[in-house]
């Protein structure tokens, strides 16, 4: 894979954020009278935007869903955050691309200053030139105009430029500003979500993604 420019989605792709993400979400659904003790069954919140996630998946309006989202936010900003883990083997492969020449960048969902303490607190910061994520107001929580936006902000060349993601999101988002993009099985999109959106390559572990590089 000859590609000079690597964006990296962060949740599922990076990090493990199921414990921090689920928690902060069962603590805003029991802020607005929901109980729900199964935080696997709120594991398909990992990936979307939050406040979209919130209207599918609860049917809130949009003033409600905000409501959900601010009290996730509560939680996520002081401990969920840090309810995290990185993948193993993520840190061997960002020093092989940066080894490599390649420029790395993070584009998420999720609002940057987030991403960026994420980032800094597990110590992979040091790998990106730029992590990109959206606003607090929830400007650019579609990776679409997020990945959009970063090409135009980096001046990056979308042929020389690569999307690594879990979800359709990444995909779609890579697809549509003319990028190739890789699909990771280790995340948490399933198997369906991803191949129909047929990605230019799907890895099933992080081990087979970077002996991919390694054979550049």
Not at 49 to 58: D, V
Not at 137 to 157: C, M, P
Request: charged letters at 25%.
């Amino acid at each position: 894979m000859h590609y000079q420019n690597i964006l990296f989605d962060l949740d599922g792709t990076l990090t493990d954020p199921r414990e921090g993400i689920t928690r902060s979400i069962q603590y805003a659904l029991a802020k607005l009278g929901i109980d729900e003790p199964d935080l696997g069954k709120l594991e398909h919140f990992i990936g979307p935007p939050l406040l979209q996630a919130f209207m599918q998946f609860y049917g809130f309006d949009e003033a409600k869903a905000w409501e959900a989202v601010n009290h996730y936010r509560d939680r996520f900003k002081v401990t969920g955050l840090y309810e995290n883990e990185v993948f193993e083997g993520v840190i061997e492969l960002l020093e092989t691309l940066e080894g490599q020449g390649r420029h790395l960048y993070i584009a998420t969902s999720k609002p940057w200053e987030f991403a960026r303490e994420i980032a800094r607190h597990f110590n992979f910061a040091r790998h990106f030139k730029v992590i990109y994520g959206s606003e607090l107001d929830g400007t650019r929580t579609n990776k679409v105009e997020l990945i959009r936006h970063l090409l135009a902000e980096e001046g990056l060349d979308p042929t020389q430029t690569l999307m690594i993601g879990d979800r359709k999101h990444d995909l779609i988002g890579a697809r549509s500003n003319g990028l190739d993009c890789v699909a990771v099985g280790y995340g948490f999109g399933s198997h369906d979500e991803l191949t129909a959106q047929e990605p230019t390559y799907h890895f099933d572990t992080l081990a087979q993604l970077h002996e991919a590089f390694l054979r550049t």
